[in-house]
């Protein structure tokens, strides 16, 4: 079945600590790509979208995440994580022709201080 | 307060009962998307509408489940004879026509609780 997987369901880290999280699709041709991320009792926000052109996507609060479409692969990193990037992260994937959003499980990252 | 909300936020009920959230849209954003989120899960697509037509069900609706968006503005959900595998977060999105159509917009989502 086509999905969106990501790899890590927990990620514990010390804070200055350099984050990656991964993220793999199955759909092919044209894919639209974004991460959102969840804090403690908040709402959905957008990081970072990938539509087209350079393959290396900058966010908000120093995320970036490259597009690897040989690899069908959008995976986030930040170099040195703060406490408040507690959250969990989610890679979605929507299609021109589509509606919807097709949403990976999440992974929950934990900074300690 | 211009993004987009839900109400209630909390919804505690018993199985069987019939319950309907609300959700309102960022204004002008003509396109508004249901999703629901179960723990330890990424929000599942449910329906979607452009303007006031539904364009697309998950079949994860069944048929007790409902969605409307009457005037192309707020849209409701409604679940009848909930079951307890209903419960869930229950996700409302919105998001511009144009280029941008593709970046959604979530609200804070309604938390449903079937005893």
């Known amino acids: 079945a086509q999905s969106v997987s990501q790899h890590n369901h927990h990620v514990i880290l010390s804070e200055a600590a350099s984050l990656e999280l991964g993220c793999n699709y199955s759909?092919?041709?044209?894919?639209?790509l974004f991460w959102y991320v969840q804090y403690p009792g908040q709402h959905l926000q957008l990081l970072l979208k990938y539509f087209s052109g350079d393959p290396l996507v900058k966010g908000i609060k120093g995320f970036e995440a490259e597009f690897i479409k040989s690899k069908f692969s959008f995976n986030l990193r930040k170099p040195s994580v703060q406490w408040s990037d507690t959250a969990e992260y989610f890679c979605?994937?929507?299609?021109?022709?589509?509606?919807?959003?097709?949403f990976g499980a999440g992974t929950q990252v934990v900074v300690t201080p | 307060d211009t993004g987009v909300s839900q109400d209630p936020r909390h919804k505690i009920t018993k199985r069987g009962q019939n319950v309907t959230f609300r959700c309102d849209p960022i204004s002008e954003h003509n396109r508004l998307y249901w999703y629901r989120q179960t723990l330890g899960q990424g929000p599942e697509f449910l329906t979607y509408?452009?303007?006031?037509?539904?364009?697309?069900k998950s079949r994860l609706l069944s048929d007790r489940f409902s969605a409307e968006r009457p005037k192309g503005s707020f849209s409701t959900l409604e679940i009848q004879r909930t079951e307890q595998g209903d419960s869930a977060m229950y996700l409302c999105?919105?998001?511009?026509?144009?280029?941008?159509?593709?970046?959604?917009?979530f609200g804070p989502g309604t938390r449903l609780t079937v005893l």
């Open positions: 509408f452009q303007n006031e037509a539904q364009l697309e």
């Open positions: 999105a919105s998001s511009p026509s144009g280029r941008n159509y593709n970046e959604q917009f």
């Open positions: 759909y092919g041709g044209t894919v639209n």
């Open positions: 979605a994937v929507n299609r021109d022709s589509w509606g919807k959003f097709q």
